[in-house]
């Protein structure tokens, strides 16, 4: 019996706790940071003063009392709304269609959050999204009025910083908190912004071709120039070469005469040198001749004298004067052999210095021969050298100039091809820019079939001859197979999706549906580029 006891006290025990537990749990809430808990039914005084019927607890936890006390929650995560507005008359009266993307929540700050509290409060989300949509749409129109088309499409930070102040009095009002507001796409109905782009497209491509036209004038030009500075250099090469050859010819003849004149003169000097040597050789040996025949007509009469002498004087002094005559006779054959010798010296002195002047002009003959050769030949290297310039050196000259500015008149198209290319690429990147999503899309749906080709490229050359579908016994292998097809198509949409953020199935359905009032969103397309190099 007392162990009965026990385990019906332990028991009791035991449910009262989880009694209490139980009761705790359904009194305490707790609440989460993304969540306001309102709390009515018991009347408190706020920090300006004012009563009201409920508290609120934003984080944290609560205990509220049963009967006497409502809960009611709500909600501050992020609210997307998507805005379009269309018919939207700007600045100058032209009608616009914007689309925007906002992100909106229950601001959790006082007063906002009384004002929220007053006015939503246990009303569905579809509504609240409702409202503040439609307040939103109301301030785009009003922020629309006061800018005109251009501002809106090219300054659409500034128009999203109009919109946020226009609305942040009604957004106050209803206890709402505008986190983020982005312009998507601004489209007119009449095609105004189009016009406008495909203006400054014509003006930028215009003034491609007029710079292309300026360079291809500007190249021709100084190509002519050139020709006609090569043709001037070589005009002036073959006068430069004519008067070097008349020059050249004139000293030939300078020089000729000189060496004529130099030969002449040595062959003067050694004929005057041979006269004087053959005079004063003839000179002397008539001077000996006539020494000679003086000294003989005076040894004949010293011969005569003594023999007188010694016919008057005695027979004994005949012998005397014969011998005496004899050594006379002797002394006169001696001297008349040494003027011989004397004679046949001078003769060889005369002929050897005739001689050696006579080498000396030849030696200068040949000096000036060679010297005016020399002379000549200087003259000859200038005149090659001169010629070479003319005929290689100014044509490879004027060749090179000319080519050069041919590659230059050949690389200016180009050149401004290319940047008539890259202006209009530039301007297709700003029209894709400014076009939002619909400009990716277009961008995206161009680029497909290229992209759809790189990959039929890839499988080109697979032939299948024939499929076997394998069934492992449950009968579902021939509808699989018939499924793989789609499945596959389906996964290449979601990759492309994935890679490029643009659902391609969502634009064919969009591309399928006809459009109202005539309006279409902006498809930019790449913009042709026409050379007229």
Do not use: C
């Amino acid at each position: 019996m007392p162990m009965t006891v026990t385990l019906v006290t332990a028991f009791l025990i035991l449910l009262g706790i989880f009694l209490v537990l139980a009761l705790i749990k359904s009194f305490l809430i707790v609440v989460p940071p993304n969540r306001v808990l309102v709390i009515s039914g018991r009347s408190r005084r706020t920090e300006e003063g004012d009563t009201v019927g409920y508290r609120v607890i934003r984080g944290g936890r609560a205990f509220r009392i049963p009967v006497l006390e409502k809960v009611s929650w709500m909600d501050l995560t992020t609210i997307p709304l998507d805005l379009s507005i269309e018919n939207a008359y700007s600045k100058g009266g032209i009608p616009l269609k914007i689309h925007a993307v906002a992100n909106v929540k229950i601001n959790a700050q006082e007063p906002q959050l009384s004002n929220a509290i007053e006015r939503f409060l246990d009303v569905p989300r579809e509504n609240l999204t409702s409202i503040v949509r439609d307040t939103l749409e109301g301030n785009l129109r009003g922020v629309v009025a006061t800018l005109t088309p251009e501002e809106i499409n090219e300054d659409r930070l500034r128009f999203a910083e109009a919109l946020i102040e226009e609305a942040e009095h009604d957004t106050n009002n209803l206890g709402i908190k505008l986190d983020t507001l982005k312009i998507q796409n601004v489209t007119d109905m009449g095609g105004y912004l189009d016009s406008i782009g495909r203006r400054k497209t014509a003006e930028v491509l215009k003034e491609a071709r007029i710079a292309e036209a300026e360079r291809n004038a500007e190249a021709t030009q100084a190509e002519a120039q050139a020709q006609q500075r090569s043709q001037v250099a070589q005009a002036i090469s073959q006068q430069a070469i004519i008067e070097e050859q008349n020059k050249l010819e004139v000293r030939r003849t300078e020089l000729n005469a000189i060496q004529l004149a130099r030969q002449n003169e040595a062959t003067v000097e050694s004929e005057l040198a041979k006269v004087r040597a053959t005079q004063n050789f003839e000179q002397e040996q008539a001077a000996l001749e006539a020494t000679l025949r003086q000294r003989r007509a005076e040894a004949q009469r010293q011969a005569r004298t003594i023999e007188a002498q010694q016919n008057a004087e005695a027979a004994e002094v005949e012998a005397q004067a014969r011998q005496r005559s004899q050594v006379a006779q002797t002394v006169a054959q001696q001297a008349i052999l040494e003027r011989e010798n004397e004679l046949r010296v001078r003769r060889a002195e005369l002929e050897a210095i005739a001689a050696a002047r006579e080498n000396e002009a030849k030696v200068s003959a040949e000096r000036a021969r060679v010297v005016a050769e020399q002379e000549l030949e200087q003259e000859r290297v200038v005149l090659n050298q001169k010629r070479l310039e003319a005929d290689v050196v100014a044509p490879a000259r004027a060749r090179r100039e000319a080519e050069l500015l041919a590659a230059q008149a050949a690389a200016a198209p180009i050149i401004e091809e290319g940047r008539a290319k890259a202006q209009a690429v530039a301007l297709m990147v700003d029209a894709f820019r400014q076009a939002g999503p619909e400009g990716e899309r277009a961008y995206v749906l161009n680029m497909l079939p290229g992209i759809v080709e790189q990959f039929a490229a890839s499988v080109q050359g697979m032939q299948i001859d024939k499929l076997t579908v394998i069934d492992s016994g449950n009968g579902q292998a021939t509808r699989s197979a018939m499924q793989t097809l789609p499945a596959n198509i389906i996964g290449m949409v979601e990759q492309v999706e994935n890679a490029t953020g643009v659902n391609l199935l969502s634009l064919l359905q969009d591309r399928g549906k006809p459009r109202g009032n005539g309006a279409s969103a902006v498809q930019p397309s790449p913009v042709p580029v026409k050379s007229d190099a």
